[in-house]
């Protein structure tokens, strides 16, 4: 999870209604303790309640069926697919396939940062489109969350099965300089109080 060290909670867009299980404040969420918390996360300590009620709102259409090879399958094949598509596997704690691509990449920097017990990585296969249109619709039986699995996307409305994920091509995940500059940066932005910022919206 990735919050600025003054703020506290999910941005001010998203209405904490919208996350089941998590409220302004709450510390603490369902699942494995941390086996260890990471400097960012203990000085927002909310954060990691809060990812983990996000991630667990994102996989709820699984929660009952749980996630099979046929899924993975399933949604590797679903048509019509816009703009392409690759997998990520992970085995024995490492990316064995989709390396190459930036989403791939991101798993690897979330594996050397696992804030739980390793035994809590399991191996596992997922679905990544490639382009800004996500194709896991709802409505559509063949995308029901019984038959398919889920599917990383750069975008999601809420009418896709799809999995919202940090957008592959953001230039950070390839700067290894990224973590001091965001630190750096989030010190700076510190020295601003919350009430005396402007609301800037870059693209």
């Known amino acids: 999870a990735v919050a600025p060290a003054a703020a506290s ?8 209604e919208e996350l089941p299980g998590w409220r302004p404040g709450q510390t603490s969420a369902p699942g494995p303790p941390l086996a260890r918390t990471p400097a960012d ?39 019509p697919c816009i703009g392409g598509r690759e997998h990520i596997t992970v085995e024995g704690g490492k990316v064995v ?16 940062n696992w804030p739980f017990d390793k035994s809590e990585l399991r191996d596992f ?3 990544a489109e490639m ?3 996500p194709f896991m619709v709802k409505g559509d039986p063949r ?3 019984n038959v398919s699995g889920p599917a990383f996307t750069n975008a999601n409305n809420g009418h896709f099965y799809s999995v919202l ?33 402007r609301g800037v919206g870059v693209w």
């Open 41 to 79: 996360l203990a000085r927002c300590p909310d954060a990691a309640a809060w990812a983990r009620a996000a991630v667990a709102a994102q996989l709820a259409p699984w929660r009952e069926s749980g996630y099979t090879l046929r899924m993975f399958q399933k949604s590797l094949s679903y048509e």
């Open 131 to 133: 382009a800004d249109w």
């Open 9 to 16: 909670g999910p941005p001010q867009d998203v209405a904490a």
């Open 143 to 145: 995308a029901a969350p």
């Open 125 to 127: 296969k997922v679905v």
């Open 165 to 197: 994920m940090p957008v592959q091509s953001r230039p950070q995940f390839e700067d290894a300089t990224f973590p001091k500059k965001r630190r750096s940066t989030l010190e700076l932005g510190t020295k601003v109080p919350w009430r005396e910022r």
């Open 97 to 112: 396939a989709g390396a190459n691509m930036a989403w791939g990449r991101y798993i690897e920097r979330a594996i050397r």
